[in-house]
């Protein structure tokens, strides 16, 4: 009863009955009236955004899906990346879609099943069609009911891959190569089959496009309190990337990294003491493309400056200085030029 009635309420009623009730008035017992009021209302509106199947808080997404095999929620849209991580609280039967078209779960689409057939074998697989045949599956209790497992998942160039934890390309448990893939654009979760199931994921990915134009203009990324940072990035050449003290400062304590530069002689990657400074270590050879996204991380931990491929910090690293009197890295900032644009992707 209590719900439905606070179902009745829209959140814009709520806010506005919230803003009336906390007008200054005359007298001591309207104001503690006031603020016992006002708390009333912060709570009943968080009770109507919580029950609503899904939220948001400090960047990690949150979406509950009940005991029924349903693809509801809203798509995420993952249409410029190639993989995706998570966490999921579920006893079983855990489901996600990786779909061609937003909203369309039936034609395109690649199906992730978490511990299906709970009082047996209980297998995971991966289908080619929403509850399809098992192209590849693996025996084994993966999920809890009383505590949260990370997974990532990854669809690239047709390798549909699973494995646990959130650093993408370790403990993989199932592989399958679609010899006719589609593009995955949009990525859903579902329960059902007994179950229910708390999903939660890091949002939003960050994309920022950078014209021909060296110039660091966009918002810095705050990475205080980090040691490491992944990211993809589109380029023909000269892509750069600064790391610094201060944010909005690329002029003073900062280090910049370099991919691709000299692009019709050398092609190369290095690292700079500051902006467009000398090279302290370099690396000759093409690692970034006109036509592809590719993966990078880079690491500032300890004064040790380092560059890597891929999304998996510490592996095919490319680059590497220490400084002997390091700043800390507080923000990060992306541009390009010298004849080329890029676009960036960003898990925040």
């Not at 009940?66 to 855990?94: A, L, Q, R």
């Not at 999903?199 to 496009?209: H, M, Q, V």
Request: charged share 15%.
């Amino acid at each position: 009863m209590i719900l439905s009635v606070i179902g009745s309420f829209t959140t814009q009623t709520l806010n506005k009955w919230a803003i009336t009730i906390a007008q200054p008035r005359e007298g001591s017992n309207t104001c503690y009236i006031k603020v016992i009021m006002l708390c009333v209302c912060t709570i009943v509106l968080c009770v109507v955004h919580l029950t609503s199947g899904n939220f948001v808080t400090k960047g990690v997404k949150t979406i509950l899906t009940p005991n029924k095999y349903d693809f509801k929620h809203e798509p995420i849209d993952v249409s410029d990346i190639t993989f995706f991580t998570f966490d999921v609280k579920t006893c079983h039967d855990g489901h996600i879609q990786l779909s061609k078209t937003a909203g369309n779960t039936d034609v395109d689409t690649y199906e992730i099943l978490l511990q299906g057939w709970n009082n047996g074998p209980k297998t995971s697989a991966i289908r080619d069609k929403k509850q399809g045949k098992l192209e590849v599956f693996h025996n084994g209790q993966i999920v809890y009911c009383d505590s949260t497992t990370s997974f990532w998942i990854s669809w690239a160039g047709g390798n549909i891959e699973v494995g646990r934890g959130q650093v993408y390309g370790t403990d993989r448990f199932l592989h399958w190569r679609d010899q006719s893939p589609h593009p995955v654009n949009a990525l859903q979760f579902t329960s059902g089959f007994g179950g229910s199931g708390t999903w939660t994921y890091k949002t939003p990915l960050k994309i920022i496009s950078t014209p021909n134009d060296y110039n660091f203009k966009h918002t810095p990324i705050d990475v205080s309190g980090r040691t490491f940072i992944t990211f993809d990035v589109k380029t023909c050449h000269d892509g750069h990337v600064q790391l610094s003290k201060t944010a909005g400062n690329t002029n003073v304590d900062t280090y910049e990294i370099l991919l691709q530069g000299w692009n019709n002689g050398p092609k190369t990657s290095a690292i700079r003491d500051k902006k467009q400074g000398k090279l302290e270590v370099f690396h000759n050879g093409p690692i970034v493309h006109c036509d592809a996204t590719l993966s990078f991380w880079i690491s500032w931990a300890g004064g040790y400056i380092e560059v890597g491929k891929g999304r998996v910090y510490g592996r095919d690293t490319f680059l590497q200085w220490y400084d002997p009197s390091p700043h800390p890295v507080n923000a990060v900032q992306f541009t390009s030029g010298f004849g080329a644009s890029g676009r960036w992707t960003i898990q925040l």
